[in-house]
């Protein structure tokens, strides 16, 4: 059984910090490029980042380009989102996820999911 379980959120003011964790378990975990998903209050998902099985290639949003990074440590089965210079709009639910295809990230709900780590920033 696969489970992606998401900590690291909390309240911080902004322009502060905050490292996201997602550490997976039921699967081959360097078989798979992972992803980050964010979702606030009445807005549809967004994709933040993406990271390929070794980490070497990343793409971002543009909206969060040079304030976050996306990293993986394949030993320990686990993604991070480094988040620095947050922005209140960054305040949302962030999301975790793991494409059942493996190579590409897709946002589909049949693909692996955590349940979320919440980051509220206040102005």
């Known amino acids: 059984q696969v489970q992606l379980v998401e900590s690291g959120g909390g309240l911080v003011q902004a322009g502060g910090s905050l490292r996201l964790s997602c550490a997976a378990s039921?699967?081959?975990?360097?078989?798979?490029?992972m992803g980050w998903f964010r979702q606030a209050p009445g807005k549809e998902r967004e994709l933040v980042a993406t990271?390929?099985?070794?980490?070497?290639?990343?793409s971002y949003a543009d909206s969060v380009k040079g304030r976050f990074t996306i990293s993986r440590d394949n030993t320990k089965n686990t993604v991070y989102l480094q988040m620095n210079s947050l922005k209140p709009e960054d305040t949302a639910v962030y999301y975790c996820?793991?494409?059942?295809?493996?190579?590409?990230?897709?946002?589909?709900?049949?693909?692996?999911w955590g349940q979320g780590t919440q980051v509220i920033v206040s102005s």
């Open positions: 996820t793991a494409p059942l295809g493996r190579t590409v990230v897709t946002g589909r709900k049949s693909d692996y």
């Open positions: 039921g699967l081959t975990f360097s078989n798979y490029v």
């Open positions: 990271i390929s099985w070794g980490g070497v290639r990343t």
